[in-house]
């Protein structure tokens, strides 16, 4: 079999995913199969050499590795359909769905086949990915393969396979918390007297600059809390107000909303 990567729903992860790949040398545009129902959205892509199908079948029995990455409600249908031209012997599947286990895949296939979940995030697309790794049988080797597949474009955490739906909440929903939580510092900017596109610019370097002194320093946010609060200060009193009006409590809350809702998105009927 050659060695071919087939992406299947190739929505935004499915394509950053490949465009990552090929810019890190891991595939050429001619080894990497993407599937969408409207071909013509992938255009740009062909060009470049990537082969493009609305068949699904046809690029899982070209392909090696085989990328899971439709919607939940999609997948049964997606399974039934392509059951033909797997090889369980022979070929790794990887699942980017939120709520899939590894056994919900083999059942639905009625194969055992290798199956290692990832969860990334829309980071993938400037290569700034937090991509969590789980699986519940698949080799050692496979796993590696994985994990290199998506070190390509961001930082790779294993995990047991039980989180990865709280994966989903803390690092693919968490993006959106972020965003939103640098979008309020924006608003609060430009409230105290900056331009929008100033306060933005500033909000989001400040967020970026937090998150690297976490990262680089491997400290503790509030260690590094501690360094800008001084006794009867600015920071602690910004930040008080913040907490008397749940801040924190909020995001725990939402982070643990969105698991519960991650863990229900797939049927297992059909």
Do not use: W
């Not at 739906?165 to 409230?191: N, P, V």
């Amino acid at each position: 079999m050659s060695n071919r990567i087939a992406i299947l729903g190739s929505g935004n992860i499915g394509l950053s995913l490949a465009k990552g790949l090929i810019k890190a040398g891991k595939y050429k545009p001619e080894e990497v199969i993407l599937t969408r129902r409207n071909v013509a959205a992938l255009a740009d892509l062909a060009q470049t050499g990537v082969i493009t199908t609305a068949n699904n079948l046809q690029a899982v029995s070209d392909a090696n590795i085989v990328v899971l990455a439709v919607l939940p409600q999609q997948l049964n249908k997606l399974l039934n359909e392509i059951k033909p031209a797997v090889k369980a012997n022979s070929q790794l599947f990887i699942s980017v769905i939120s709520g899939v286990s590894c056994d919900d895949i083999c059942k639905q296939l009625d194969m055992d086949v290798q199956v290692v979940r990832a969860m990334p995030n829309t980071a993938i697309a400037i290569g700034h990915s937090m991509t969590c790794i789980g699986t519940d049988k698949a080799s050692t080797e496979n796993i590696q393969r994985v994990k290199d597949l998506f070190d390509t474009v961001g930082i790779t955490v294993q995990i047991n396979e039980e989180l990865m739906t709280s994966a989903t909440a803390l690092c693919a929903c968490g993006i959106a918390f972020f965003l939103r939580s640098i979008r309020a510092a924006s608003q609060g900017g430009t409230e105290i007297g900056f331009h929008a596109h100033d306060a933005l610019k500033m909000a989001a370097q400040t967020a970026k600059g937090a998150a690297d002194l976490l990262l680089q320093l491997a400290s503790h946010p509030e260690q590094e809390i501690d360094k800008v609060t001084s006794p009867k200060g600015c920071t602690i009193a910004g930040l008080n107000e913040m907490e008397h009006h749940g801040f924190s409590s909020a995001m725990i809350k939402g982070i643990r909303l969105s698991a519960d809702k991650a863990g229900v998105l797939y049927s297992k009927e059909g």
